[in-house]
T-cell receptor
């Protein structure tokens, strides 16, 4: 069985602070994919990043960075110098077993950036 | 850009009605998915389809059915709507290529009264 845990239900920070969103996953498969999605108030999920289980390199994209650690089954997401536009619900998701099945989502972290 | 559209953003139906939620994607994706999103529960998979006329149950298929007569269109059907099916419904599609990200539509917020 697959499981994704986002223990932080809601995080509130002041603009320009750095913030890290935690994601812990469980799977018995050796090949799997991890994702982060952003859901702004408009409601549409926006794909941010995909990482496969064989690639443990961290990734940076502008103010966003991701830390994938297989040893702790974690795939954490850090926003540096947060902005009000980063306010959204962020979901971590897992896909394994060949990729054709649906994603297993965490329950999401509601990030609030206060001006 | 991948485009996934859903027929309605908001829908209000009465208990017992048959409800159709339509989803169309324009990227020739083989796989399509229906999820529902509820506060505190995240997104849960209802049904998915590998290809035309194929369907598979997800984690919470009870009370729902699906139809995929054309590759670009995937319909979710509530045979007899109930108040516990009030939710946000999200459709997604995915190419059966080397990447596995799913692309989502804007969602349909369904209220059953």
């Amino acid at each position: 069985a697959q499981k994704v845990t986002q223990a932080q239900t809601e995080i509130s920070v002041v603009e320009k602070e750095d913030v890290t969103l935690d994601c812990v996953y469980e799977t018995r498969d050796t090949t799997y994919y991890l994702f982060w999605y952003k859901q702004p108030p408009s409601g549409e999920l926006v794909f941010l990043i995909r990482r496969n289980s064989f690639d443990e390199q961290n990734e940076i994209s502008g103010r966003y960075s991701w830390n994938f650690q297989k040893s702790t089954s974690s795939f954490n997401f850090t926003i540096t110098a947060s902005q009000v536009v980063d306010s959204a619900v962020y979901f971590c998701a897992l896909n394994s077993g060949g990729g054709a099945d649906g994603l297993t989502f965490g329950k999401g972290t509601h990030l609030i950036i206060q001006p | 850009d991948v485009k996934v559209t859903q027929s309605s953003r908001y829908l209000v139906k009465r208990t017992g009605e048959k409800v159709f939620l339509e989803c169309v994607q324009d990227m020739d994706h083989e796989n399509m998915f229906w999820y529902r999103q509820d506060p505190g529960l995240g997104l849960r998979l209802i049904y998915f389809s590998y290809d035309v006329k194929m369907k598979e149950k997800g984690d919470i298929p009870e009370g729902y059915s699906v139809s995929r007569e054309k590759k670009e269109r995937f319909s979710l059907i509530l045979e007899s709507a109930s108040t516990n099916q009030t939710s946000m419904y999200l459709c997604a599609s995915r190419s059966q290529g080397t990447t596995y990200e799913q692309y989502f539509g804007p969602g349909t917020r369904l209220t059953v009264t």
